[in-house]
C-alpha cells in the first residue's frame, strides 16, 4: 500500500520542499499585497509550521521591477511556478515573459525590447499564487480580509465575462474585479479593460437630480420631466434604450413608453472599440442583446433617432444612459429641448438633459444582461446606490406615479419575470483558451 498523505516519510518530504521554497523568501507579509490570500502561506501552515533552520542572509534580487503600465515585479518573492510566462503565452498569445539563470538566482524577465503591456496582463497577476506580481492599480490600496465579494458579469463589452466584485463595505467602494469561472463564456479569464472597468463605478458619475445642471429635489426633478412628457404629443415622444443598462432598466422604460403610447423605439449605448479572438468584443456594450430582446427586435438603431430629430418626428426624448454610439455628442442632440435622461455617468445624454435623473451604476443594482452567445447572466448588487442615485427602473416607477400612470410592475421580481430573456445557450462559438498544467 502506498500513502501519500498520512505516512511520516511523505509529510517530512512536503514540509522539506516547503522549507525550500521558503529558504530565500522574504517574510514581508505584513506588507505583502498577496498577504490574505497567499497560497505560500496556507501550504506553511499546512505542511512545515515552524521557522526555518538557515541562519545566513536570503539570497536577495531585483525588488519592484517594472514589467509595463499594470504589472510590478518582487524577484524575492517568486517561486518561479512559471505560470506568468504560460498564461502570457498561451492565454494571451504572447510570449513576452521568460525565465533565466538557475537555482537561487532565478528570476521572471521581460523579453528585450519589450514591456508586458498585451490586452490580458493582470492575469499574470491573477494566476500568481505568491506577491511576486502585484497590479500597479491595486498594490497598497486595500488588505484582501476587509473586502467582500458579489457574483456578478463584467460589463466592459458584448462578452459578458463572469467576475467577482470586491467592495470594502464599510465605505461601500468596489477596489477591483476578479474573474469567476464560467466555461460557457470565459473560463477563468478576463481582460485588462474589463479588469479596470470597475473604476467607472466610482468616476465621473451623476449623483444628484437636476434641471438645466442645477441640482434639484427629486420631486422637483420629477415633476418637470413629467410636465416636459406631459406636453408633448405621443407619436413624437421617444424612448431611447440602452445597451449599457440590464433588461430590468430596458424593460422598466419600455413599459412606461408603452403606458405614454409612445410608438418610437431607439437603442444606443458605447461606441465600438477593439476586440479580439480570445476574449474581448468589439461591442463594448453588456447588453445588446438583451435589449433587441426585450423590445421584441424594434428598438431602432441611434443613426435613425438622429434623422428623426433631424425631421421633426421626435420632439420629445426619454434617454436611458451615459454614452451614445457616435462617441462625442451628435448636433441633433445639442438642439433637442425636451431631453430627459437617467444617467449613471456624464455624457453626452446627461450634458444635453433638460432633466437628469441619477441612475445607480451596474454595480448598485441586481440586473440581467445578455452577452453576445444570446446567454442571460445575473449580475448581484454589490454597494448601496451612491449619493442620491437610484435604480433606473425605481427612477421609471416614481416619474409614472408623477405621470398618474400605472405600471404593471412594483417590484424587481415582477420586472425581471416581464423582461426575462431565455438563454439561448447556444455553444460558444471560441472557446477562451486553458493554460497548462
Ligand atoms: S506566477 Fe508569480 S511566482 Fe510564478 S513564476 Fe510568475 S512571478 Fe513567479
Ligand atoms: S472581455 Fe469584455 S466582458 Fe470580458 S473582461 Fe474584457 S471587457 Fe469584460
Not at 500513502?3 to 512536503?14: G, I, K
Not at 508586458?116 to 493582470?122: P, R
Amino acid at each position: 500500500m502506498v500513502r501519500s498523505q498520512t505516512s511520516e516519510h511523505a509529510q517530512r518530504a512536503r514540509s522539506a520542499v516547503q522549507e525550500l521554497l521558503l529558504l530565500n523568501h522574504p517574510v514581508d507579509c505584513p506588507i505583502c499585497d498577496q498577504a490574505g490570500e497567499c497560497r505560500l502561506q496556507d501550504y506553511w501552515l499546512e505542511h512545515q509550521a515552524k521557522k526555518k533552520r538557515m541562519a545566513d542572509e536570503p539570497i536577495h534580487k531585483p525588488k519592484g521591477v517594472v514589467f509595463g503600465p499594470t504589472i510590478v515585479y518582487d524577484a524575492e518573492r517568486c517561486i518561479m511556478c512559471t505560470r506568468c510566462i504560460r498564461v502570457s503565452a498561451e492565454v494571451a498569445q504572447d510570449p513576452v515573459l521568460s525565465m533565466r539563470e538557475r537555482g537561487n538566482l532565478n528570476e521572471i524577465v521581460v523579453a528585450p525590447g519589450r514591456q508586458l503591456d498585451h490586452a490580458y496582463t493582470l492575469m499574470t497577476e491573477y494566476v500568481c499564487p505568491v506577491g511576486a506580481l502585484t497590479s500597479s492599480d491595486f498594490r497598497f490600496k486595500a488588505r484582501v480580509w476587509f473586502l467582500r465579494s458579489a457574483r456578478t458579469t463584467c460589463v466592459g463589452c458584448a462578452t459578458g465575462c463572469s467576475s467577482y466584485t470586491d467592495f470594502d463595505p464599510r465605505n461601500q467602494k468596489v477596489y477591483r474585479y476578479r474573474p469567476r469561472e464560467n466555461a460557457a463564456v470565459n473560463k477563468y479569464w478576463m481582460c485588462d479593460e474589463g479588469m479596470l472597468d470597475y473604476q467607472r463605478i466610482h468616476e465621473e458619475r451623476v449623483l444628484a437630480p437636476r434641471i438645466k445642471r442645477e441640482p434639484v429635489s427629486a420631486a422637483a426633478a420629477l415633476e418637470k420631466a413629467a410636465e416636459i412628457i406631459k406636453q408633448s404629443a405621443p407619436q413624437k415622444t421617444a424612448i431611447l434604450l440602452s445597451a449599457e443598462h440590464s433588461n430590468e432598466d430596458n424593460t422598466a422604460l419600455l413599459e412606461l413608453g408603452k403606458a405614454l403610447g409612445a410608438l418610437s423605439v431607439f437603442y444606443t449605448g458605447k461606441p465600438e472599440g477593439q476586440g479580439d479572438d480570445i476574449l474581448r468584443s468589439a461591442d463594448k456594450n453588456p447588453n445588446t442583446a438583451g435589449v433587441l430582446a426585450v423590445s421584441g427586435g424594434k428598438a431602432k438603431p441611434f443613426a435613425e433617432l438622429l434623422a428623426a430629430l433631424r425631421d421633426g418626428k421626435v420632439t420629445t426624448l426619454l434617454a436611458l444612459g451615459s454614452q451614445v454610439s457616435t462617441g462625442s455628442t451628435p448636433p441633433e442632440l445639442k438642439d433637442a429641448k425636451n431631453l430627459v435622461a437617467l444617467s449613471t455617468h456624464e455624457g453626452p445624454l446627461a450634458s444635453q438633459a433638460a432633466v437628469v435623473l441619477p441612475a445607480s451604476s451596474w454595480a448598485e443594482s441586481d440586473g440581467t444582461f445578455v452577452n453576445r452567445q444570446h446567454l442571460a447572466q445575473e449580475s448581484d448588487r454589490a454597494i448601496t446606490p451612491q449619493a442620491e442615485s437610484l435604480p433606473a427602473y425605481r427612477w421609471v416607477l416614481a416619474l409614472a406615479k408623477a405621470l398618474g400612470l400605472s405600471l404593471s410592475w412594483k417590484k424587481l421580481s415582477e420586472l425581471q419575470s416581464a423582461g426575462r430573456v431565455e438563454s439561448a445557450a447556444s455553444p460558444v462559438a471560441a472557446p477562451a483558451p486553458g493554460v497548462s498544467g
